[in-house]
């Protein structure tokens, strides 16, 4: 057997949903009304770093998230280190070999993470962050598998982001959220040409968080109710065939029909949610009317709970798409409502 280390490090990749996840069926197992389907960005852009250590001289569990101390009872943190510790020792009660003694499923754990992009700015970070947390316990305690329905009891869109690619999450029908995980639908390989721009047309944390979001929103849409039960069940059948043929158009309608559907339901929520800025809106007409120029979808984007814009397009698209939004948006203006382009892939921006 070989001893496990005490100290690992590991890093998660945002993911970007393309058919979005708002509404859970359970709040504390994080059960959804609707499956939804992601793309996870590449390792070394926009992700979390997360440092686990296990230690007999440790005597409480403690985390910091951006050098600051979090508070280590959240129930959700509660429930990753709970379920991560449970596999643990079902695994040793199975009898695995044993290497838990060295890293001790009894002693303490500090867990270290940091996010390289605004923490709660509608940017995934809660996915990349759950992901991390859930992935370096399991490797710092041994605990092997599909962890995708840990991460989910972190953070919804985390289960997402446990696989490269293209993602689903399937909602399941079990009460007891087993059947209510993630599933890579193809590989990042299966679509080379596929690049994705990050407009952020706003660093700041957004004002109202998903989970508050998604509970007023489960209580008082109908619009929700009616996507969640007619629209996106069939909506992830066709991504899923865009996705499998590589049809970039077809990505590219249902990724924005999905995204405004989103935040039609946001403003249909009583009171209503806003995430979109004036400088979102501009982007949504600036792509529209650039693919009406072309005839044809070559750019999509998609907006999560907040103002930044996620740019969908192929390669040989980006040179000039980057061109159009530079001449809009200046990079030398540097106020609030300006866009600062993030390079994802290797093109740049600013
Ligand atoms: O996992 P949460 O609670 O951060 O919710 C994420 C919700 C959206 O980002 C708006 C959509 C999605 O599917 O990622």
New binding site residues.
Partial sequence: TTSRPHIVTCTAPV???V????GKRDEDL?LPISS?L?VTLHQDQLKTTTTVAISTSFKVDRMWLNGKEEDITHPRLQSCLREIRRLARKRRNDGEPDSTESTGLSHKVHICSVNNFPTAA?L?S??AGFACLVYSLAQAFGVEGDLSGIARQG????C?SMYGGFVQ?IMGNRDDGKDSIAQQVEPESHWPELRILVLVASAKRKPI???SG?QTSVQTSVLLKHRAESVVPHRMDKMIKAVQKRDFAAFAEITMKDSNQ?HATCLDTYPPIFYLNSVSQQIIHLVHRYNGHYRESRVAYSF??GPNAVIFTLQQHVPEFVRVVQHFFPPDTNGEDFIKGLPVKGAAIS
């Avoid at 058919?19 to 708002?22: A, N, P, T």
């Avoid at 953070?155 to 985390?158: N, Q, R």
């Fill in positions: 993911n970007i949903a058919v979005k996840y708002w994080i939804s992601s509608g995934a809660s996915a953070s919804g869109s985390a997402r999450w968080g998903s989970t998604m989103f999560d709970a």
